[in-house]
């Protein structure tokens, strides 16, 4: 396939893409409300909770742009599987930071089946 061609399919995945994902998000959004998930991520970013402040997603689907842009959670959709202690981070090593912004650490973990899961540890 010529570049302009691989160009054009790449820009047409990631506009398909990012569609699917703001509606994913949004559905996430609502259902996460609904089943207490929001309350139980703003109670874990309290300091008395640290013991349960590490968020374990699920990865459902990646998808990059290009193979040398820099990875993000953006690249991901993921399902919330549960909280854990941060201890396990380190305890583990399969895992590996992926990324830190202002206010998470982000860590990927190769789980059982291959599929990596994302570790959100959000700090206090």
């Not at 941060?86 to 830190?100: A, G, S, V």
């Given at each position: ?61 990646y998808h990059k742009f290009c193979p040398s ?37 982000v860590f990927c973990e190769t789980g059982d089946k291959g599929k990596p899961k ?7």
């Open positions: 396939m010529s570049g302009n061609w691989l160009l054009v399919e790449r820009f047409l995945m990631t506009l398909l893409y990012k569609l699917l994902r703001l509606l994913f998000i949004s559905i996430q959004h609502i259902y996460w409300q609904l089943n207490g998930t929001v309350r139980r991520l703003r109670e874990a970013r309290l300091s008395h909770n640290y013991d349960r402040s590490a968020q374990v997603l699920d990865v459902v689907f842009q820099m990875t993000t959670v953006d690249n991901f959709l993921c399902t919330h599987s549960r909280f854990e202690d941060p201890q396990y981070i380190i305890d583990n090593e399969n895992i590996t930071l992926l990324t830190i912004n202002e206010r998470d650490a994302v570790r959100s540890h959000r700090p206090c």
